[in-house]
């Protein structure tokens, strides 16, 4: 937790915080912190500062804040994944939220298990408190946005088609705008890729457009699967011989891509 | 498991193999193969090939082997990391064989819990069970190395210093000799970083030289250490303003070098 994560319902007056439970007890067993000294605060889906602690005791610590700070931008990419089994599902969403991601689709596909669609960590609460760790690690407060889709066909031939062509998502579209133009990103269509092994075509590198980054379960999307992907306009590329996991695979093709 | 990794005890004639347990159990119950079927399969630090199954009952599977080619080449890059929690260890070490690293370098440092010294993931069959998963996972043969260093000053004024200075280690200079020239690296003074938040350089992309990368624990090495490695010869970078853990910033920082 490089960054203490606040929410609205935290704050007792405008600069005045008081925390309990998993925050608490990472203040104070984590970093041993005592009243005086200060933290990286932050508040979701606005600013980040300092807190200075100004009382604590077991049930509770209460912050002065300051904020004065933006987060830093957006990664203008959106995800969109195959339903991996839960463990996985929890690092990769942490992973995404810590790089920036602020779009994560996630989506059916032939191969993956059916069962893992019962999981008790699709609940929206479960998914985000991964997000929120994903944000604490990396010191940024604007939450990812995410999207259950488990219909693979409609999904890709009408949204993600839609997308590919430029039609913006309403979260970069609109919140997000300010940090999206800061960061220098054109807006004009995005990159479509389908990451995939043993496809003919490279992973493009150092782009300046936003991208759409397609990902299939482990053993790979089927061969209809990744037709349907080319004619909705998503490129079929490779990321080299080797065949990474999910959660190795979106760093390297994010640091790849920008 | 994209590829069956054979021991050479595994071979009962230059061209057979019989498989017991683990093995036995994912080319059943996974890849749900049949007599007659024909598997990816590579022979532990040597070949790549295929694997055509010639019986199988519940005990074991035997297969005749074709090995006709090099595995990939491997990555140019030594990773030193400060000691992190064994289920993290775990991680890291599937990835880090699954991106094609060598050499692994485990070192203690200030911020690292002595207890996570004590963990049975330590012990050597361990640790090669993690790197196993990653050579099957990403399709590669060639194990890497990995050294325990508990003593951090030491470790980073004498060997880590020779490394820096372009000391070979035993590793790339013999059995990877061929793979390591196929891979058009320059053989000169290696590019020795530490990744450490908040350095004021970038880190570097795209070089054409081998690399050291060190990387420090949760909460990061402690200013004193940092010097140290700085006289040792490693330039302190940064890799943006997010904080990324050990397992999303390991991909992402191999991607940016080559």
Chains 1, 2 share one sequence.
């Not at 937790?1 to 104070?28: A, C, F, P, Q, W």
């Not at 700070?69 to 599902?89: G, N, Q, S, Y």
């Not at 990103?185 to 990159?191: D, E, F, L």
């Amino acid at each position: 937790m490089n960054l203490i994560l606040l929410l609205e319902e935290d704050l007792i007056t405008k600069d005045r915080v008081i925390l309990y439970g998993r925050r608490l007890e990472h203040i104070s067993k984590v970093h041993r912190a005592n009243t005086g000294d200060t933290l990286n605060v932050g508040l979701l889906n606005s600013l980040m500062g300092r807190g200075k602690i100004i009382s604590m005791d077991k049930r509770s610590v209460e912050m002065e804040i300051t904020l004065d700070h933006e987060p830093p931008p957006p990664l203008p990419l959106t995800l969109v994944i195959a339903l991996p089994r839960p463990k996985m599902l929890r690092r990769i969403l942490q992973s995404a939220a810590a790089l920036g991601i602020k779009e994560i689709y996630i989506i059916n596909s032939w191969r993956v298990e059916k069962s893992f669609w019962l999981s008790p960590f699709l609940a929206p609460d479960r998914l985000k408190n991964e997000l929120i760790t994903g944000l604490e690690q990396a010191k940024d407060t604007i939450m990812p946005k995410i999207y259950l889709k488990r219909l693979f066909k409609p999904f890709v031939t009408e949204e993600l088609l839609l997308l590919a062509k430029g039609g913006r998502s309403s979260r970069l579209s609109t919140s997000s705008t300010s940090a999206a133009n800061n960061s220098g990103i054109n807006q004009c269509k995005p990159v479509a890729i389908t990451a995939h092994p043993g496809a003919i075509y490279p992973c493009p590198e150092r782009i300046t457009q936003s991208s759409i980054l397609v990902m299939g379960p482990e053993g790979g999307f089927i061969d209809i699967e990744i037709a349907t992907l080319e004619q909705a306009g998503f490129t079929t590329v490779n990321i080299g011989r080797r065949i990474l996991r999910l959660e190795t695979a979106v760093p390297f093709i994010v640091s790849k891509l920008y």
